[in-house]
């Protein structure tokens, strides 16, 4: 069986979407920009081996994705209601149904390497729980064999984010296989990470390189 890969999205809509990098880009450049991680986070994701699925914080056919669906060709769901933790928890029991295997990853980190996503796949033969560190405490996947345990102990948004998921995790008795550590993107300095690397390496983001050739 393919590896569901579902992709937590939110529309790119002028003054909802980046909204820590309005300071730096305006809301509608911030915006932009969000649209750009979209369109990269999908070429990263939908390669062979993947079953790929938006997972939509908001209405799922919102017209603002209607061109990332159609080039891309993935389906739309809608995130469930709560904080990001109940979200994991249903959409982790709705791919489970048909997958054995399933990964969860954002849209924050538009310069993720395809290999990244192979490497968590794999680890789930080894471990019954992967998670990919981001260099701001929280992480880039989640990926899970059987439903996880509640994962309300966790702080969001916070330098804490991996480390209490990890902790839930061991406590339920569940092995968890750490990848390599990656960067998102949410503040201003994150920006300026995402700038010089694409400097140097335009082809890791293509879309948000051009963006970001525009913006700054």
């Given at each position: ?64 994705l209607a061109a ?32 054995e295997h399933v ?45 996880l345990p509640s ?66």
């Amino acid at each position: 069986m393919s590896t569901a890969l579902w992709v937590f999205v939110r529309p790119p809509i002028t003054g909802h979407a980046k909204t820590r990098l309005t300071p730096r880009l305006g809301a509608d450049g911030a915006a932009r920009l969000y649209a750009a991680f979209l369109h990269d986070t999908l070429r990263t994701s939908c390669q062979p081996g993947f079953e790929v699925t938006l997972c939509v914080a908001g209405e799922p056919e919102h017209a603002s994705l209607a061109a990332l669906q159609r080039r891309h060709e993935v389906r739309t769901l809608a995130q469930g209601p709560g904080d990001l933790g109940a979200k994991l928890d249903a959409a982790f029991r709705r791919a489970l149904s048909h997958h054995e295997h399933v990964l969860i990853v954002g849209s924050d980190a538009p310069t993720l390497p395809r290999s990244y996503l192979r490497a968590a796949r794999d680890a789930l033969c080894r471990a019954p729980v992967v998670l990919g560190p981001c260099l701001d405490g929280g992480y880039y996947v989640i990926g899970a064999r059987h439903a996880l345990p509640s994962l309300g102990p966790v702080r969001w948004s916070s330098p804490h984010t991996l480390r209490d998921t990890v902790r839930v995790c061991t406590k339920a008795g569940l092995e968890v296989a750490l990848l390599a550590p990656w960067y998102d993107v949410d503040t201003p300095s994150d920006l300026d990470l995402l700038r010089l690397h694409l400097r140097l390496k335009p082809g890791a983001a293509p879309a948000t390189a051009r963006e970001l050739r525009l913006r700054l």
